[in-house]
């Protein structure tokens, strides 16, 4: 059972163009929603987070947009350059869940092309 | 800098072996995470602890166990090794003091069961 469905699994992007992951959950209880990062041969890395209590959240090139009511949440990365190609995970986790433990999505493969 | 420490980065078994993976971290973390990665699949928790000699399953814990004596290590065991098992193991740390309740990752073992 897949709390949280991420898409696409892979994206290729131009370098300067805006590359966008979407998530969707199912569990209401849910109220806080990171994105990692991941390279190859490293473990994920947190990049940005929000929580339901605002629709938006930006940090430098990247944003996250969060619709509570369609229970979906998007990672926009603006300006992509290649050193932006990575894996990138949403994830969820609510304060009813034990420990922070979180609920990970299927991960997108991004390629930015010089 | 701190750091979860995975001790293997590479290992391969034989169908049956027991297997143990080693997890340290140096951050004084209540709460340890084991997570398999698998292409297609994301991120999918195995077992957690949150202090000392606890543990709980989390979504796929079976032929898996797991051994917290110390606060900072957190051991993943296999106890008769199958090829189903192979793949990406990751190991996370987090406090109920991080901010965003953020996961430290270590690198990840990549396990091949032969």
């Known amino acids: 059972q897949q709390q949280v469905k991420q898409s696409p699994q892979s994206l290729i992007v131009q370098k300067g163009g805006i590359s966008i992951i979407n998530c969707a959950y199912e569990n209401t209880a849910f109220d806080y929603f990171p994105w990692y990062q991941q390279f190859p041969g490293k473990g994920p890395a947190l990049l940005i987070a929000?929580?339901?209590?605002?629709s938006e959240k930006k940090e430098g090139r990247f944003t996250i947009s969060f619709n509570k009511s369609a229970k979906q949440f998007s990672l926009h990365i603006m300006d992509s350059q290649p050193g932006d190609s990575a894996t990138y995970f949403c994830a969820a986790s609510g304060s009813g869940t034990s420990y922070g433990k979180l609920t990970f999505g299927q991960g997108t493969i991004l390629t930015v092309h010089p | 800098d701190v750091k979860v420490t995975q001790s293997s980065r590479y290992l391969v078994k034989r169908t049956g072996e027991k297997v143990f993976l080693e997890c340290v971290q140096d951050?004084?973390?209540?709460?340890m995470f084991w997570y398999r990665q698998d292409p297609g699949l994301g991120l999918r928790l195995i077992y957690f602890s949150y202090d000392v000699k606890m543990k709980e399953k989390g979504d796929i814990p079976e032929g898996y166990s797991v051994s917290r004596e110390k606060k900072e290590r957190f051991s993943l065991i296999l106890e008769s090794a199958s090829t189903n098992q192979t793949s990406m193991y990751l190991c996370?740390?987090?406090?109920?003091?991080?901010?965003?309740?953020?996961?430290?990752f270590g690198s990840g073992t990549r396990l091949t069961v032969v």
């Open positions: 929000i929580r339901p209590d605002v």
């Open positions: 996370a740390s987090t406090s109920y003091h991080s901010p965003n309740y953020g996961y430290t």
């Open positions: 951050m004084d973390h209540e709460n």
